[in-house]
Nanobody, 113 residues
Framework: QVRLVESGGGSVQPGGSLRLSCVAS????????MYWYRQAPGKQRDMVAW???????HYADSVKGRFTISRDNAKNTVYLQMNSLKPEDTAVYYC???????WGQGTQVTVSS
């Protein structure tokens, strides 16, 4: 059973930065994909970015150039560096582990002046 724990959320003013972390435990796999998703109130959960075990990445158009996903395989940790934050980035951010579709509990990000 894979367990994911996110951290790093909080409140920030527009233009600010936050770095989210997601630690995966209970896995010995070397090859897996880690995703970041987000869900704003009343909206569906949308993919933000993903990173493969070899370091390949993909971003949603809405965050390209502002967010950077990275991973530390030795620590089973994936990061999401979020810069130039906008109010529309406000959401609960979740990480997901594939294969198996495991989800973390989410961390709240609020961007407001």
């Amino acid at each position: 059973q894979v367990r994911l724990v996110e951290s790093g959320g909080g409140s920030v003013q527009p233009g600010g930065s936050l770095r989210l972390s997601c630690v995966a435990s209970g896995t010995r796999r070397s090859f897996y994909v880690m995703y970041w998703y987000r869900q704003a109130p009343g909206k569906q959960r949308d993919m933000v970015a993903w990173i493969s075990s070899s370091g390949g990445t993909h971003y949603a158009d809405s965050v390209k150039g502002r967010f950077t996903i990275s991973r530390d395989n030795a620590k089973n940790t994936v990061y999401l560096q979020m810069n130039s934050l906008k109010p529309e980035d406000t959401a609960v951010y979740y990480c997901k582990y594939v294969p198996g579709d495991y989800w973390g509990q989410g961390t709240q990000v609020t961007v407001s002046s």
